[in-house]
Nanobody, 115 residues
Framework: QVQVVESGGGLVQPGGSLRLSCAAS????????MGWYRQAPGKQRELVAD???????NYSDSVKGRFTISRDNAKNTVYLQMNSLKPEDTAVYYC?????????WGQGTQVTVSS
């Protein structure tokens, strides 16, 4: 089985920073894309950022310039550095791992931005 585990969430004041980590393990032979999604109460889940094996990145307009996604292919780990956090960033953040036709989701980590 494949395990996807996020960490690094928490409570932070507006303007603060957090760094999320996501590690994938198990029967994974190759990973094409790793990404971060978020879901706020009453809202649909949305893409935050993703990154390919070749380090091509894609960001939601709402986080461009504030968030940075990176990955360590050798460790099957993806990171999300979140700076200048805003209250509207409050959500459960989920890690998605995709390779071939397979998709795996983490359990989510709560990020709360509040003064």
């Amino acid at each position: 089985q494949v395990q996807v585990v996020e960490s690094g969430g928490g409570l932070v004041q507006p303007g603060g920073s957090l760094r999320l980590s996501c590690a994938a393990s198990g029967s994974i032979f190759s990973i094409a894309v790793m990404g971060w999604y978020r879901q706020a109460p009453g809202k649909q889940r949305e893409l935050v950022a993703d990154i390919t094996t070749g380090d091509s990145t894609n960001y939601s307009d709402s986080v461009k310039g504030r968030f940075t996604i990176s990955r360590d292919n050798a460790k099957n780990t993806v990171y999300l550095q979140m700076n200048s956090l805003k209250p509207e960033d409050t959500a459960v953040y989920y890690c998605k791992v995709a390779g071939g036709t397979k998709q795996y989701w983490g359990q989510g980590t709560q990020v709360t931005v509040s003064s």
